[in-house]
């Protein structure tokens, strides 16, 4: 089960940015070796009574002109009505309501989520002031009070935010089904995949509802096995409003990869890799997600001789981060390769949910770690007692060493190559838990 997905909606300046800062300043994950993850987050896991979920900042928004105001908070609801589970909507004491308060409340009224109307800095706990009862003219129900800079009200909301949460326990699909989540760019071609796959290779298609993010799975059975694919296209609008709109397909794309167990990271060949394209895909490299690269169109590029692996090395180059994860090419438009999607979705997935016996790692490390020495510091060695496969999806290994200082990056590297080259692990990302033994 996904985690949920809390989105915080609001006019610019009322103080959206802080309440997630608030929340998010002191259980951030920041991982700094994946390329553009961490710039410009705008998302955060936050733990709250042993449930974890996913606060989405939907804030930044600058104001260019009335009507382009209007449009971006439009834009804004509405990614947030289709994404979360629950809306925080945010309004400012100070300022009272305003018109663009009551143009967001009529989007969200419309909706079938969860509101939460939330009034913000009330700086004072006992009676509510004056100014905060009109905001019950917004028709969204009873309001909580909040002052997202001195952090009172907020264990009250979590609670009312809490109640909202799906059962931790519901399936969406069965085991056997591989969730697929066709992520990139606006106009790099996902609908287009999408429907592609459904006209070519329908055994059994059906439009379902995604359990808890009201987006359009789409379920296809064939010889290969059973499929959902998940479409990540998001909501086209005819805004110029570009950085507001790359800022949207992140999250849309956020969330479905948070769902998938393999990810098509599509890439328009004429376009090739963008610092958007990196976010995404290094999104679905930090949660641990099988991934391929599909660069679409490729019926579009010029070629001659050696054009197809020039353009993989480039590929791989910008995406140095996931080098595991295979290229193909295809043309989603004519169908070109399309029919191979289904044969390496499996392939990958498969080996994302690997296991190697304890038996067989310590065979291959004993042998790796005689080819190639562990490294030292200050005449002490590092010693690896042995290792043994902790979990799948991704494929995640635990060594038993002597001091975890003495472990390089470098070293875990080279591990990962030799367990790459003797198992596969094709299209996975692996990982490694460091234990001290003699700490124990």
């Not at 300043?25 to 961490?38: A, K, L, M, N, Y």
């Amino acid at each position: 089960m996904p985690k949920p997905v809390v989105a915080i909606v609001g006019r610019p300046n009322v103080g959206k940015s802080t309440f997630f800062n608030y929340l998010a300043g002191r259980r951030i994950s920041i991982v700094e070796d994946t390329p553009g993850v961490t710039r410009d987050r705008i998302y955060t896991e936050v733990e709250w009574r042993n449930r974890k979920f996913t606060l989405i900042d939907t804030g930044g928004i600058e104001p260019y002109s009335e009507d382009k105001i209007m449009q971006q908070m439009k834009s804004q609801a509405e990614i947030a009505i289709e994404t979360a589970n629950v809306i925080v909507f945010m309004v400012d004491r100070k300022d009272g309501l305003t018109a663009s308060d009551n143009e967001v409340a009529t989007l969200l009224r419309k909706s079938k989520k969860p509101v939460i109307l939330v009034v913000n800095k009330v700086d004072r706990v006992g009676e509510l002031p004056a100014e905060v009862y009109e905001f019950y003219n917004l028709g969204i129900g009873d309001l909580m009070t909040v002052s997202s800079i001195h952090g009172l009200g907020m264990g009250d909301l979590l609670d009312e935010i809490y109640k909202y949460f799906p059962d931790e326990t519901e399936e969406e699909y069965d085991e056997e089904v591989i969730k697929v989540a066709v992520i990139g760019k606006p106009n790099a071609g996902k609908s287009s995949l999408i429907n592609k796959v459904l006209g070519e290779d329908r055994v059994i298609v059906s439009d379902i509802p995604g359990t808890t993010r009201d987006a359009i799975d789409t379920y296809v059975e064939n010889e290969e096995g059973k499929f959902v694919f998940i479409d990540t296209a998001g909501i086209r609008r005819q805004s110029k409003i570009n950085e507001n709109i790359e800022r949207y397909s992140t999250i849309r794309s956020w969330t479905a990869i948070e769902r998938a167990d393999v990810c098509l990271i599509m890439i328009d060949a004429e376009e090739g890799v963008t610092e958007q394209d990196t976010k995404i895909a290094g999104y679905a490299h930090e949660q641990g997600k099988a991934s391929i690269v599909v660069v679409n169109k490729w019926d579009l590029v010029e070629k001659n001789t050696g054009t197809l692996e020039e353009y993989r090395k480039t590929v791989l180059e910008k995406l140095g981060f996931m080098l595991y994860a295979p290229v193909m090419f295809i043309s989603a438009k004519s169908g070109q390769r399309v029919n191979k999607v289904f044969e390496l979705t499996k392939f990958v997935a498969n080996q994302s949910a690997l296991r190697v016996s304890t038996g067989v790692l310590n065979d291959l490390l004993n042998e790796a770690t005689a080819m190639v020495q562990p490294p030292s510091d200050k005449g002490k060695r590092l010693k690896i007692y042995y290792m043994t496969q902790a979990s799948v999806k991704p494929p995640t290994f635990v060594l038993f060493i002597n001091s975890i200082e003495l472990m390089h990056y470098s070293y875990e590297r080279y591990l990962e190559n030799q367990l790459r080259k003797s198992f596969g692990f094709e299209g996975t990302p692996i990982r490694f838990m460091l234990r001290e033994k003699d700490r124990e």
